[in-house]
């Protein structure tokens, strides 16, 4: 990189750009980045020889040359960082969306792949008929997103997060994982795609959907993905630890499992449950004849 660079830039940069050069990182073999503090940021900071190998090194140059540019179209400087440097983030944050799209459209995926105009706004629209009209436009948007997301090392859909999703979209208890969950939500994913084809046609359904779904895949593991996708929320631990609670002591009290579980969701979560309690007895933690105590 030619010229003088702010360290302080340097460093928004280098950390805006963590997932880009993770993913460039595993595909030259390696599974993260080794070089740890932010280069330009300060006198001592050095580059792992593996960052210039690989497109590391170039990614971090090519954002900090757009957020220059950026800044000079906006009338601002570099000094924008010591009085705003939250709107420097944003602005580092919009030209690595902007790398992404016309990386996507390089590979001939759409450039935003989850806006809603044209077939996909048809697609909405039908979808509003629907009986779960707003969890159904949820998943078409998340399923278009997905299909075209860099740095997918899989191509199959991700039902055990989106179940997670659903229930935080409801508020109705599933068993994540269970047999059940799943078949609920590969029959959401089917309908979605039943209506688009109806609607949008099976070609588009196909080129959007479908095609970039079972091609656009790249041998990186998912950690990422799913530690971004999964993390458990403060309030649904407080909510499944009332939930077991509540469970633990109506069957210690003598109720059945199956009314212990109908109640303490009706009690909990205001819904019925959507699976039974073999599915998910493990998740409620029931203890056995023998190890049962009072709950204090």
């Known amino acids: 990189m030619s010229g003088t660079v ?45 960052c210039r190998d690989s497109d590391c090194l170039g990614i971090m140059h090519d954002i900090y040359g757009r957020v220059l540019r950026r800044l000079e179209q906006l009338g601002e400087s570099v000094e924008l960082l010591s009085e705003r440097p939250g709107y420097v983030r944003t602005i580092v944050g919009s030209q690595v969306a902007d790398y992404e799209r016309e990386a996507r459209v390089c590979r001939g995926l759409p450039a935003k792949p989850t806006r809603n105009d044209g077939p996909a706004r048809r697609v909405n629209e039908a979808l509003d008929d629907c009986v ?12 278009r997103g997905y299909a075209c997301r860099d740095g997918r090392a899989s191509s199959a859909w991700p039902v055990d997060a989106w179940s997670n999703e659903k229930s935080s979209h409801d508020g109705v208890l599933r068993g994540i994982g269970t047999t ?17 084809g109806r609607v949008a046609g099976k070609a588009w359904v196909n080129d959007k959907i479908l095609h970039p779904l079972q091609t656009c895949v790249v041998p ?67 203890p056995t004849a023998a190890q049962a105590q009072p709950m204090p």
């Open 6 to 50: 702010d360290p302080l830039l340097a460093e928004f940069v280098w950390f805006g750009t963590a997932t880009l050069r993770r993913r460039a990182h595993v595909v030259a073999g390696r599974p993260a980045c080794p070089t740890r503090v932010a280069p330009y940021s300060s006198g001592v900071a050095t580059v792992h020889q593996l």
């Open 132 to 143: 779960e009209a707003g969890w159904l436009q949820t998943l078409f948007r998340m399923m």
């Open 180 to 196: 059940t969950a799943r078949t609920e939500l590969l029959k959401d994913i089917q309908a979605v795609i039943e209506t688009a």
């Open 220 to 286: 990186l593991d998912d950690e990422y993905d799913r530690a971004s996708s999964q993390q458990v929320q403060p309030a649904d631990m407080v909510v499944v630890s009332d939930l077991r609670q509540r469970f633990r002591r109506l069957t210690l009290a003598g109720m059945p499992s199956e009314a212990a579980l109908r109640q303490s969701s009706l009690e909990v979560l205001g819904a019925e449950p959507r699976c039974a309690v073999g599915e998910v007895l493990d998740d409620l933690l029931l």
